[in-house]
């Protein structure tokens, strides 16, 4: 049974996960990392709250989850890399507890249904806000016909009305 951990940043800091490899292990290595639950109710945004300790030594809280409808594929997400530092100017921590909470109500908000359950997966989100905030319009659609109009996860070349068609509609262009 697994030990599970206290959410405070004082127990965080002083936790140490052990990387032995456990009783079902067939290839008798060490673990790279080590996931430990929190001991918080299951009915909270907490819900799969867990701390990653990597042999480094490096902290991060992460979210441990199933979509709705999804059950057999385990999703994880790095909600944040623990530091107990405390920061000059205001005395608290950069990234505890307190911290970790805020961003956690965020992502619960806008990734759960009223009842709790995951309906969409925040690493989507993320992934896609970076590569947003990452490229304008403009060079997409650069990028876009370089390609040659190429469908998603396919090879097939779109050919001269179809490649009008798709510039008018990435214009705005209503006119034949």
Not at 11 to 21: E, L, R, T, V, Y
Not at 30 to 50: A, W
Not at 66 to 95: A, M, P, W
Request: one cysteine or more; proline letters at 2%; charged letters at 30%.
């Amino acid at each position: 049974m697994k030990q599970k951990l206290k959410f405070n940043n004082r127990a965080i800091h002083n936790w140490k996960s052990d990387f032995s490899p456990g009783p079902k292990s067939k290839s008798g290595k060490t673990k790279e990392r080590v996931y430990t639950p929190f001991f918080m109710d299951k009915h909270t945004q907490f819900k799969g709250l867990n701390l990653c300790e990597y042999k480094k030594g490096e902290k991060h809280f992460v979210l441990i989850f199933f979509i709705r409808g999804q059950r057999n594929k385990k999703r994880v997400f790095t909600v944040g890399r623990f530091n107990d530092n405390l920061n000059v100017v205001t005395g608290e921590t950069i990234f505890g507890i307190k911290q970790c909470q805020e961003r956690l109500f965020k992502i619960a908000k806008e990734h759960q249904d009223e009842r709790g359950y995951w309906i969409k997966d925040p690493n989507l989100t993320v992934s896609f806000t970076q590569v947003n905030q990452s490229i304008s319009i403009r060079k997409l659609i650069e990028e876009y016909t370089k390609a040659g109009f190429e469908k998603m996860f396919n090879a097939e070349k779109m050919k001269g009305n179809s490649i009008r068609d798709k510039v008018r509609h990435l214009f705005g262009y209503n006119y034949v």
